[in-house]
């Protein structure tokens, strides 16, 4: 069974960087599409960014200019580097792939961005 695996979060001041793994087993990332979505508490689940096989990219216009996805496919692995992070992004930040018409998600790592 495909098996994602997050990992990257912390505590953080405001304004400064993170950068969030997703490691993917029993499965290609380079052939199906990822996203990062993430659930603040009181919350419902919301789409962060996606990159595709293809290579393209979306972000929520919430976090445009400030996150990036990006795709190792030697190491299996989606990156999301958050920058200038503000408290509002606070919340359990969770790797979600389709594949096979199946849809996976990762266990989830909480980032809690201080004021």
């Known amino acids: 069974q495909v098996q994602l695996v997050e990992s990257g979060g912390g505590l953080v001041q405001a304004g400064g960087p993170l950068r969030l793994f997703c490691v993917a087993s029993?499965?290609?990332?380079?052939?199906?599409?990822t996203s990062w979505y993430r659930q603040a508490p009181g919350k419902q689940r919301e789409a962060v960014a996606t990159?595709?096989?293809?290579?393209?990219?979306n972000y929520a216009d919430s976090v445009r200019g400030r996150f990036t996805i990006s795709r190792d496919n030697a190491k299996n692995t989606v990156y999301l580097q958050m920058n200038s992070l503000k408290p509002e992004d606070t919340a359990v930040y969770y790797c979600?792939?389709?594949?096979?018409?199946?849809?996976?998600w990762g266990q989830g790592t909480h980032v809690t961005v201080s004021s």
């Open positions: 029993r499965t290609t990332l380079s052939l199906i599409t």
């Open positions: 979600k792939s389709v594949s096979s018409s199946t849809t996976y």
């Open positions: 990159i595709t096989s293809g290579g393209s990219i």
